[in-house]
């Protein structure tokens, strides 16, 4: 990384790095910047299996952390990160492996030109672009970017895990142009057929009128219609694909809050308030700070419209050297100093020449003079650039004559940043860094506004030991008195359940997640669970500030569901089927509607005009109800009752077709159907689904997670 990239990254108050490809931000940039080392490694150990591929450990677990990286600076919390991160990590291995099988089959190749073309090409990644295109002419510079990386390659000081990491990324590409060829090769052979539109068209055209009474289930009392177990056993054999099931399980489990006090916060507060006299009055911000533990303070200004701090508009109010709070800020208090107030730019654009004193181990002296010497000599009609590529050890902007543009307060260490934005534009100095010196030039400015100097002195609000010590002995005490399930529930509602605590509910617990439902994001805890037996109490488990107590409720083996856990999802389909079953014994034999209604105790005929065959929402008389539009369009039914009773969503239908007519259609003529049909299929076109269903997958994430 650059030394100017250190600098933004060290001290931005919001830093927005967006890894596009999770690859390339750790490659070129660490080799274009500064050369910095990166670490790597692999072993043998396997997390699963892709049709008996398999995915390394280490290496799923590098991407992991890469992923997770790049969601958390793209502002996921933190928690949530590392969740999906996992998932979605295992998610693309399984579909890489898939899809490098299939090409692997059909023999599907990238040419050594057709891969420069995609690196140096006008279509080249857009991190390669945001490095190499031309700030003056905002056109990508693909021989730059070639020379480039070629340096790279061949420079013996790059280190081996860091080409290694850039040919990673070469491969990414390479599978993903494979990839698109493909997907083009499959859907490239969807066809919609002429006859199909044609039929469409003339389905679509069909209007009926029909009249029906019926009964709806909701009439017979469920009470009255009892399933056996063998009928869902039956029903689930006949349909064991609806009815497949992940390993999972399920927790009852309380929550003893170890969470700060009342008393806790005060103290934290009466902390900080003992405090502001002497941070009121000390000369020495910075070394004040450092004596409290505070390593982030920023020595510069900022523009307001930068700082991200509820409490900014009091702190601006504050008199200059004057002290604000304490206030509440996430889970600290903080104190606030208002060491200054300016006015500055918005942005700057800046370029710069670094002499840098820590890579090159010059002393200050030697760095100085050399930069003194580059300041005179461009003074005297040197061309900045030429100079800037041969001098300056920031990586990062030499390559570009120094330049950084859109530059906003607080991404530079201080010294840096207060030349730039409290100088007018034209300047021209020396700045002294941790770095090294600087020469700097300030090329412009855009807008302005009020920029503030602050210290905050911030203190977070902890437990105290006693309040952790008493959630803890409260939860190793109903722990103590719950043996199983039962004892569980006994010793929650005879203690604990009077005294405000909360027994919940964690279902569908996976083992390689490290969600265990609201309890939080524990993997020990989800370690723990597939550790326990049915039925046994987990020891007490710190999660956040909770300590929890849970008992194992059900365990649940990869296959197919139970007959008791399917049974909440097939018995309503059974009983409405028995149901059905006695409401067609009630009609009888079907004569006429008329017959029908007195049958079904004087129910009424029900007309409906406007039926369609291809209607894309319930018929607002008739609901949804698909067995019904299918008799009205049957030919043989045209004019007549329907001979039998029908079976249907909501009840028992009988239906007589009184017509069935044609309208027209404004759909446009059948060709430019056809080709909006395929063209929307060839966008819903999806393989990676019809790859895993044939795949065996064997996930073995949580024996090493």
Known sequence: MSIIQDIRDKYAKLTVVLIALALLGFILTDYFQSKSRAGGGSNSNTIGTVNGSSINYDEFMSKVEMTKQSMKSQGYPAAQADIQALDQTWNQEIDRLLLEEELNKLGIQVSKKEM???????????????????????????????????????????????????????????????????????????????????????????????????????????????VEDKAIADYISKNKDMFKQEESRSIAYVTFSAAPSAADTAEVKNKLLSLKEIFDTTSNIETFLMSEGVTNYYNGYINGKTIQVGAKDSIFRTPVGSVYGPYLDGGSF?????????????????????????????????????????????????????????????????????????????????????YIFLNPAGSKGIVKTDFGYHYIEILSQKGGGAGYKIGYLPKEIVSSKATDSKAQEDALKFASESKDIKSFDAAFEKEWKPKGYIKNIAENITPSTSQ??????????????????????????????????????????????????????????????????????????????????????????????????????????????????????????????????????????????????????????????????????????????????????????????
């Not at 990414?172 to 002429?194: A, F, G």
């Not at 609201?518 to 007490?540: C, M, Q, T």
């Not at 009752?641 to 003529?669: I, W």
Request: hydrophobic letters at 35%; a positive charge; glycine letters at 8%.
């Open 116 to 226: 420069g073309d995609i690196m140096y090409g006008p279509n080249a990644p857009q991190d390669l672009k945001s490095q190499f295109t031309d700030s003056i002419t905002g056109q990508y510079d693909g021989l730059k970017a070639k020379q480039a990386i070629d340096r790279m390659l061949k420079d013996k000081q790059t280190p081996p895990e860091q080409k290694a990491q850039f040919n990673n990324y070469i491969a990414y590409l390479e599978t993903q142009r494979k990839s698109d060829k493909y997907s083009s090769l499959l859907s490239n052979s969807v066809n919609y057929p002429r006859w199909i539109v044609e039929k469409e068209n003339a389905d679509a055209s069909q209007i009926a009128k029909v009249s029906f009474v019926n009964e709806t289930y909701a009439s017979i009392s469920d009470s009255t219609v009892k």
């Open 334 to 418: 903080v104190l606030a100093k208002l060491e200054g107030v300016r006015q500055m730019p918005d942005t700057v654009k800046v370029r710069h020449i670094l002499i840098g004193t820590q890579q090159q181990g010059r002393d200050t002296t030697t760095a100085y003079n050399l930069t003194d010497s580059l300041r005179k000599a461009i003074a005297g009609g040197a061309n900045f650039d030429t100079l800037c590529a041969k001098f300056s050890d920031d990586g990062g902007s030499k390559e570009k004559g120094g330049v950084y543009e859109g530059v906003f307060s607080g991404q530079m260490v201080p010294p840096f940043n207060d």
């Open 516 to 705: 265990a439902g609201s309890a939080g994001v524990s993997r020990s805890f989800v370690r723990a669970i597939y550790d326990a037996d049915l039925g046994e109490v987990i020891k007490p488990e710190l999660i956040d500030n909770n300590y929890v107590v849970a008992v194992v409720t059900e365990v649940l083996k990869e296959g197919t569901m139970s007959v008791a856990k399917a049974r909440m999802y097939v018995e309503p389909l059974l009983k409405n089927k028995k149901k059905a079953e006695m409401l067609k014994k009630k009609i009888g034999k079907v004569t006429t509607l008329e017959a029908a209604g007195t049958a079904l105790g004087g129910k009424q005929i029900i007309t409906v005009d406007s039926l369609r065959m291809t209607g894309k929402s319930p018929n607002p008389a008739l609901g949804y109800e698909p067995r019904i539009g299918g008799a009205a369009f049957n030919p043989a039914n045209k004019g007549k009752v329907v001979p039998e009773a029908l079976e249907g969503v909501n009840g028992v239908y009988v239906v007589r077709v009184d017509s069935v007519s044609a309208t027209a259609l404004t759909v446009g003529d059948v060709a430019s159907q056809r080709k909006a049909k395929e063209q929307q299929a060839k966008q819903s076109f999806n393989p990676q689904a019809a790859l895993r269903n044939a795949a065996t997958i064997k996930d073995k994430r949580s024996r090493r997670m």
